[in-house]
């Protein structure tokens, strides 16, 4: 049976979305789709709007039959290991045969050829990052630099190969190519063009489709009348009850107490034992303090970017602090490894097959119950979860243990 994977975050679901999810059911044929989706903390390095949970309900009523969460050590990474971490779940389900995802370019056969060329991770790829890394640039930067340097004769000129990397579904598309090839995975990849809204779209460019930016900044200063536009009717359902619960909606500024305690306490010698903690940044993260007018992690963020650090680079580095990630459980030897397991966040009926299917065919556990379960990346996930739920208004002891309790969501129509 054809099933086909999706690598998602949904913060929040909108209509985009649900344009890429026809798309990739019409494109790979399937008659199954799989999402794997980050948990509360993202790949930019932010807490998500609402909770898995939340985001899992919204994936299971837009059709999807079975969504796994992507741990938070694979989660809260730069688009390499973020995308392998997110093909090598997949491919360890052993039922998905396509993986599709969106890309500014629309086209595989764009793509595909500097995927073959940097899968093998030369001398010569790696001296040239280190090489645009001293030169100042930032990682992105440097990245899609080197790889066009790299990439020279494979149909596109330098200047162009490094202008459609810097294009963020591009350069992500390219890496979840990379990881399939390294994985030496059956799944055949698809693309879909990014429809009518670009990545970082602070406004809504279409009657009905806006980024994940647009719809979050038209929450922020409209409320759901203002975004509901943009959405689908059961994504607007389910964030008007998390928000009416006081479990949304989150972001950086919900966090900012924790935040600001653990970096006031914190010694420079302390900071540098945590994951991210790279080059100094520990020091230049505590000369900052002092500067800000209040506590503000908005203000902290403005304080210590630069050209070299990215915003999406410190605010992961934030959430490792925030987290408390030690180096020691985010080893490189760790995330190369991949997952650990597959944790299930919710089905309907189909889903409920594919994973009787699982029972057979996938290659890490399937997890349906943490109680009692052990591991680093199942116990950074857990800490994840609770100090995202203390965000919560009013906190309760149902959300801050809601990890050990709670099943899969079974979605039934």
Avoid at 145 to 171: D, K
Avoid at 193 to 218: C, E
Wanted: charged share 20%; with cysteine; glycine share 6%.
């Amino acid at each position: 049976m054809k099933t086909v994977g999706l690598i998602v975050e949904y913060n929040p679901l909108h209509n985009g979305h649900a344009y890429h999810f026809a798309e990739a059911k019409r494109l790979s044929g399937a008659e199954a789709a799989v999402a794997v989706m980050s948990g509360n903390f993202l790949q930019r390095g932010e807490p998500a709007i609402v909770d898995k949970w939340a985001r899992a309900e919204m994936a299971l009523a837009l059709g999807v039959d079975l969504v796994l969460e992507l741990p938070v050590a694979c989660a809260l990474q730069p688009a390499e290991s973020f995308a392998y971490g997110a093909a090598a779940l997949l491919d360890a389900t052993g039922v998905v045969t396509h993986l599709c995802f969106g890309s500014e370019a629309g086209a595989l056969e764009t793509l595909q050829p500097l995927a073959e060329r940097l899968a093998d991770e030369s001398a010569d790829m790696k001296a040239a990052v280190a090489e645009e890394l001293a030169s100042g640039a930032s990682y992105p930067a440097a990245y899609a630099a080197a790889a066009a340097r790299t990439c020279a004769g494979v149909g596109l000129t330098a200047a162009a190969a490094r202008e459609l990397l810097m294009q963020p579904n591009n350069s992500l598309g390219l890496h979840y190519l990379i990881a399939l090839r390294r994985l030496q995975s059956g799944i055949a990849p698809l693309t879909v063009r990014r429809y009518a809204a670009g990545y970082h779209d602070a406004a809504p460019q279409a009657a009905d489709i806006a980024s994940a930016t647009a719809v979050r900044s038209l929450l922020s200063g409209g409320g759901l009348a203002a975004a509901a536009p943009y959405m689908p009717p059961s994504t607007a359902h389910i964030l008007a009850r998390e928000f009416a619960a006081g479990r949304g909606p989150v972001s950086w500024e919900s966090f900012a107490p924790q935040l600001f305690h653990q970096l006031l306490l914190a010694s420079p010698q302390q900071l540098s034992g945590l994951y991210d903690m790279t080059e100094g940044l520990e020091y230049r993260i505590k000369q900052a303090l002092p500067k800000l007018t209040s506590p503000s992690v908005e203000q902290l963020l403005d304080q210590i970017k630069t050209k070299r650090y990215t915003r999406t680079k410190l605010q992961r580095t934030l959430a490792h602090i925030l987290l408390q990630h030690d180096q020691s459980k985010l080893s490189e030897s760790s995330l190369s490894a991949g997952p650990e397991y597959l944790r299930v966040l919710g089905f309907n009926d189909a889903g409920r097959e594919l994973l009787r299917k699982m029972k057979k065919t996938a290659r890490l556990p399937v997890l349906t119950r943490v109680a009692g379960m052990t591991g680093d990346q199942l116990e950074l996930d857990l800490q994840a979860a609770s100090v995202y739920a203390n965000s919560f208004s009013p906190r309760t002891t149902e959300a801050l243990l809601r990890e050990y309790r709670q099943p899969p969501i079974r979605f039934r129509l």
